[in-house]
């Protein structure tokens, strides 16, 4: 039967080869049939990108009453980029947006690689605990954000649970001052997105090698030379993805800012995306607020091109 099976297939193969078909035919038939769509998805990730530099080399605004396609009569050349590298309450709003970033995803790093870890092995009551740990992930922006401004109000739990905690009366009005605004921030940023941390770095943990922990432990390896030598490494990957998503998302953030103290009082929580919310809708400087997005949109690009260079040398140790 397998004679005659391989007998029946080959005059099959002798007509491919005798039709003349090439693999270049395929390509490029390939090609044809997803072209429209290429260029679809080239024109909506090309145009708006070609539209924001053309904006932000003029001085047009909603109310100079001329559409956009007619910006070239404000033409400014660079005037926006050296009014921005100038501008000190963009570079206050930048700074304060990486030091969110810097003291936020540390933070919801550890605790997610540090509740991942206890999530690893199986207790009881463990499906349960892991749906409530993921609750603070599903909760809208907003919401969240009007949660804690409750919370951090003069006479809101926050402070009757640090009265209850020191024995004295604190009445802290956590959301008018400067220096504990901006904590209060980093709180909500913390309890609501180190979830995501947990999930990622969860997901990595899991795809760890069981035998080679085995093995390490068989040789008389401690819990911390396997987490050192086997977990970290084989993690790389997943860590560095987890900590490029959580930077670029800190970068955008607003909703839950903006609901707890509008950027107030005064500039103190005011973030690179609250500053151009702010100049977008109540200044109108478009032009302006273009090459703004257009710098956060290099400086973004920069990082992740960082990450991807660091998560592909991450994948050849791993394999090496």
Known sequence: MSVLATEEKLPVAVDVEKSGARPEDGRRLGLLLTL??????????????????????????PLDGTGWWRAWQAWNYFANYTDLAVDSRFWSALGRTALITVVCVPAEFLLGLGLAILFIDDFP?????????????????????YM???????????????SALTATPITLAW?????????????????????????????????????????????GASWTQRFRTIVIPKMKTIIIIALAI?????????????????????????????????ITQQDLIWGYVAAIALVILIVLSVLV????????????????
């Open 36 to 61: 429209p769509a290429q260029i679809l998805v080239l024109f909506i990730a090309l145009f708006p990108l070609l539209m924001q530099l053309y904006i932000s080399m003029t001085d047009w605004s």
């Open 305 to 320: 091109s960082l990450a991807i260079s660091r998560m592909n040398a991450a994948k050849k140790e791993a394999v090496a």
């Open 125 to 145: 009551g463990k499906r349960l605990f892991y749906s409530i740990m993921l609750i603070p992930m599903m909760v809208v922006p907003a919401v969240a954000g």
């Open 175 to 219: 959301l008018s001052s400067p220096g504990t605004a901006l904590i209060a921030v980093m709180v909500a940023d913390i309890w609501q997105w180190t979830p995501l941390m947990f999930l990622i770095l969860l997901a990595g943990l899991v795809g760890v090698p069981e035998d080679q922990m085995k093995a390490a432990t068989l040789l």
């Open 148 to 162: 804690f401004f409750m919370l951090f109000q003069s006479g809101g739990p926050v402070n009757d649970l640090l």
């Open 246 to 278: 959580r930077v670029i998302e800190n970068f955008k953030i607003f909703d839950t800012l903006y609901i707890m103290t509008g950027g107030g009082p005064g500039v103190a929580t005011e973030t690179i995306s609250v500053y151009i919310y702010k």
